[in-house]
């Protein structure tokens, strides 16, 4: 009869220090989740509102740029005026770069067109992207 209270038979299923018991791979826990680059885990809708907000900043930038772009194009192509869409284009044209009118007074139409348009355009991408950046990062 084998001596059963001296020492366990076979080394792996001691519980000895020196030979630990192997880790059942079957029934061992999932591997922790990845991390975002967000910081602190809160969950699956952590930040929905802010990226939300982000891009309709983002998106409504890009549409104002846009229309002051289309404008400038029309414009330079000499369209028809008395068409409805660039009546349209125009106005909006208008409306977006209100605050920036006559900024450059030159000899050459088109060139202040060009300019006068492309300011706020530019402004509209830099200040609407750098805002959705912004608000990204929370």
Same mark, same amino acid.
């Given at each position: 009869?084998?001596?059963?209270?001296?020492?366990?038979?076979?080394?792996?299923? =001691?519980?000895?220090?020196?030979?630990?018991?192997? %880790? +059942?791979?079957?029934?061992?826990?999932? !591997? !922790?989740?990845?991390?975002? =680059?967000?910081? =602190?885990?809160?969950?699956?809708?952590?930040?929905?509102?802010?990226?939300?907000?982000a891009l309709i900043i983002h998106s409504l930038a890009d549409i104002a740029a846009g229309f002051l772009?289309?404008?400038?194009?029309?414009?330079?192509?000499?369209?028809?005026?008395?068409?409805?869409?660039? +009546?349209?284009?125009?106005?909006?044209? +208008?409306?977006?770069?209100?605050?920036?009118?006559?900024?450059?007074?030159?000899?050459?139409?088109?060139?202040?067109?060009?300019?006068?348009?492309?300011?706020?355009?530019?402004?509209?991408?830099?200040?609407?992207?750098? %805002?959705?950046?912004?608000?990204?990062?929370?």
């Amino acid at each position: 009869m084998p001596n059963v209270g001296a020492h366990a038979p076979y080394p792996s299923n =001691s519980p000895s220090p020196y030979h630990p018991a192997q %880790a +059942d791979p079957y029934n061992a826990a999932p !591997p !922790p989740a990845p991390r975002t =680059s967000r910081g =602190s885990g809160r969950g699956n809708r952590r930040g929905v509102g802010a990226d939300r907000l982000a891009l309709i900043i983002h998106s409504l930038a890009d549409i104002a740029a846009g229309f002051l772009g289309l404008w400038i194009l029309l414009y330079l192509l000499e369209a028809n005026h008395a068409n409805v869409f660039v +009546d349209f284009v125009h106005g909006m044209a +208008d409306w977006l770069a209100g605050w920036s009118q006559d900024i450059f007074m030159m000899d050459t139409e088109g060139l202040r067109v060009f300019f006068n348009y492309g300011l706020p355009a530019l402004i509209y991408l830099a200040v609407g992207h750098g %805002a959705a950046a912004w608000l990204r990062r929370l």
